[in-house]
C-alpha cells in the first residue's frame, strides 16, 4: 500500500498535538513513515489508537480540532485516503458517523486489505430511551461499610461487572459448556478503599442458584465460574467479615449456551454507542483496538499489549480519581446543558444526568425541555448548570438566568475533540480533558469540592 503523501497532517509526538489551521487535516502519531498505517473516525479513537500502537504505526484522524466526530461532514477525497491505510478504526453504530459507516461498507466490499477495527466490540451498550436517567441512592449504610462491588477478570482485570446503588452494570461474558472463567471481586467500602481479602477478617461466598448449569469454586481471593450444559442460571455474591455477613449482592445472570451470544445491534437511535465518558468501558474499547493491531501487525504483539497495559493503567486511576472525588457531594442530579455523552459516566458514578438535548450535538432544545430542567436545578437546589465546550453556553445561561437556585454554569469535555490551547497547556488528551475539565465541573454541580 502507498503513504499519505498526499495529505497534511497533524503531527503528534510526546503525548502532545501539534495544530495545523486548515480544515480536514489528520492527526498522526510519529511512526516509521514507510511502515503500517492505522485511519481512525475520530478523536477519541485516535487518542486510544496512537496510545496502544506508540511509536510503531502511523495513526491518523480526519476530524480537524474542535468539530464532534459524529457532526463532521468530510471532503469527497476522504475515501481514497482512508483506503490507502492499512486499517481503519470507528464505531460501528448506525447513525453516528454515517461517513464512517459507508466508509466502513466501502471497504468491507472491495478493499480486502484495508483492516477494520470496530472499537464497540465486547462492549456491552444501554438502550438510550428505557436506561436513561435512572434514579440513584448515593448513601452506604454508615462509614466502613461496602459501597460498592466491581468484579475483574483474573488475566485481563477487565471490569466485568460491578453493584452498586442496589444494582449490577455489566455482565459475566456468556460461557460454552466446560469453558470457565476466573474472577477476582474487589469491594469498596464507604471511603473508597479496597477492602483487603487477603485479611483473616474476611472471605467470599458464591452461590449459584443451579449448579447443573454453572459450578462455582470459591478461593479466599477469587472465584471460577464453569459453565455445565447450556441454560442460564445467577449467582449471589457475599463478603463476610468474621461470623457476620457484611455484604450481598443482588443475583447476577450466568449464562451457559453452546456459542458466545452476539452483542446487541448498534443503533444509534436507540443505544447509546458514548461509552467512552467511563473510564472503565474505555479500558475495553482500548483493549479492542489493541488486538486488532495485533491482527494487523502480529510481529510487535509484545510492544501493543505492554503499551496498552500501561494506558489502561492510567483509565483504572482515572477511574479511581473519580470515585474518590465525587464520593462525598451534595446531591445526586446534575443538569448538562448539551447532547448527553455522559450516560455511561453518570451511570458509573451514580449521577443523574438531566439534560434538555438529546443524544446528538445537532438536537435543539424545546422551551418546554428548558423550562423542565429549570424546574429539575430549582428542585433539587442545583447551583452549577453545565454545558459541554463543543455545544456551546447558550443554553446552560439561559437556565442559570431562569433558575433560582443556580449562579453559574461549568464546563466539562466528553473528549470527542480537543482544543490547541488544551493541548498546550497539558491536557489536550482523552484522560486530561477528563481529568482537568470534566471532573472539576461534576465536582461543583455536585457539590463535591
Known amino acids: ?40 473516525s475520530f478523536f477519541t479513537l485516535f487518542d486510544f489508537t496512537r496510545n496502544v500502537a506508540g511509536d510503531q504505526l502511523g495513526v491518523s484522524t480526519p476530524v480537524p480540532a474542535e468539530q464532534h466526530g459524529h457532526a463532521w461532514e468530510p ?5 481514497p485516503e482512508i483506503v490507502e491505510s492499512d486499517a481503519f478504526v470507528y464505531l460501528d453504530a448506525t447513525g453516528f458517523q454515517p461517513w464512517a459507516e459507508d466508509a466502513a461498507a466501502e471497504i468491507e466490499a ?66 460454552g459448556p466446560d469453558d470457565s472463567r476466573q474472577i477476582n471481586p474487589r469491594f469498596i467500602d464507604s471511603e473508597n478503599a479496597a477492602i483487603p481479602l487477603t485479611s483473616d477478617n474476611y472471605r467470599i461466598e ?50 451457559v449456551d453452546e456459542e458466545s451470544a452476539p452483542g446487541p445491534e448498534p443503533d444509534h437511535g436507540f443505544v447509546d454507542v458514548k461509552f467512552f465518558s467511563d473510564p472503565v468501558l474505555a479500558q475495553q474499547g482500548v483493549r479492542t483496538i489493541r488486538d486488532g493491531l495485533i491482527d ?13 497495559a500501561d494506558y489502561i493503567d492510567q483509565l483504572d486511576e482515572l477511574h479511581q480519581t473519580f470515585r474518590t472525588a465525587l464520593a462525598d457531594r451534595d446531591r445526586q442530579q446534575v443538569v448538562l446543558a448539551g447532547h448527553d455523552s455522559f450516560n455511561y459516566l453518570g451511570r458509573r458514578y451514580g449521577v443523574e444526568i438531566e439534560t434538555p438535548v438529546g443524544l446528538s ?6 422551551t418546554h425541555a428548558i423550562a423542565a430542567a429549570v424546574d429539575f436545578v ?9 454545558w459541554d465546550y463543543f455545544d456551546g453556553d447558550r443554553t446552560a445561561r439561559a437556565i442559570v ?40 465541573a461534576f465536582r461543583a454541580a455536585l457539590g463535591a469540592d
Open 110 to 175: 472491495n478493499y480486502d486489505d484495508v483492516m477494520l477495527i470496530n472499537a464497540l466490540d465486547g462492549t456491552d451498550l444501554v438502550e438510550y430511551e428505557t436506561d436513561h436517567h435512572t434514579e440513584y441512592d448515593h448513601d452506604p449504610d454508615e462509614e466502613g461499610s461496602v459501597a460498592e462491588l466491581e468484579l475483574l477478570d483474573n488475566q485481563s482485570r477487565q471490569v466485568l461487572a460491578q453493584f452498586h446503588f442496589g444494582h449490577w452494570h455489566g455482565s459475566i461474558p456468556t460461557l
Open 296 to 308: 494487523l501487525d502480529p510481529e510487535h504483539e509484545a510492544v501493543y499489549r505492554e503499551n496498552a
Open 401 to 440: 438566568e431562569e433558575a433560582d437556585t443556580a449562579t453559574e454554569t461549568a464546563m466539562v469535555s466528553a473528549a470527542e475533540s480537543y482544543l490547541p490551547e488544551w493541548k498546550d497547556e497539558g491536557y489536550g488528551d482523552y484522560i486530561g480533558q477528563l481529568r482537568e475539565i470534566t471532573l472539576p
Open 206 to 255: 458464591v452461590e449459584i442458584e443451579d449448579a447443573e448449569i454453572a459450578a462455582v469454586e470459591t478461593d479466599s481471593e477469587s472465584f471460577t465460574v464453569e459453565g455445565q450444559r447450556a441454560g442460564e442460571t445467577a449467582l449471589t455474591i457475599e463478603l463476610w467479615a468474621g461470623d457476620d455477613r457484611a455484604f450481598v449482592t443482588e443475583p447476577l445472570t450466568v449464562t
Open 1 to 40: 500500500m502507498t503513504g499519505h503523501s498526499r495529505r497534511e497532517l497533524l503531527q503528534i509526538g510526546g503525548g502532545s498535538l501539534a495544530v495545523a489551521g486548515v480544515s480536514g487535516c489528520l492527526n498522526r502519531a510519529i511512526g516509521d513513515d514507510d511502515g503500517l498505517t492505522v485511519q481512525t
Open 378 to 386: 430549582e428542585e433539587h437546589e442545583i447551583t452549577h448548570v453545565l
Open 75 to 79: 471532503p469527497t477525497t476522504l475515501l
Open 361 to 366: 450535538p445537532n438536537d435543539e432544545p424545546s
